[in-house]
């Protein structure tokens, strides 16, 4: 599993790499998928355009933290992912945890 943190860091960081690129199938990079997860527990402009340059380039985003206490800044972001990893990516699949509102997407996933 490949996990990038954007808007956490001035740049990217990948925090992990296990695995190789045919685990989980044995079809190589054609099983991997990408989960693109934020969090956020409150509406908000940023959110809503991210949202939107997200879907018009045809890549799904998974919100997470609605109805949560915190912020960005804590570390419930952190323990929601990890459980939303758990439950929901395996081993060849890539993960990015982004900021919810200064990521704009501007291509495809291909």
Known sequence: LVVALFGVAPE???????????DGGGGGETNRRLHVV???????L????ML???SANGI???VLGA???GRWGTHQRFVDFRDYLAANAAPQDVAMLIDPTDVLFLGNRT
């Open 67 to 69: 109805g949560k206490a």
């Open 38 to 44: 934020t969090w956020s527990n409150y509406p908000s």
């Open 52 to 54: 939107a340059s997200a």
């Open 60 to 62: 799904p985003v998974v």
């Open 12 to 22: 990217f960081l990948v925090v992990g790499v296990a695995g190789g690129p045919n």
């Open 46 to 49: 940023g959110l809503h355009l």
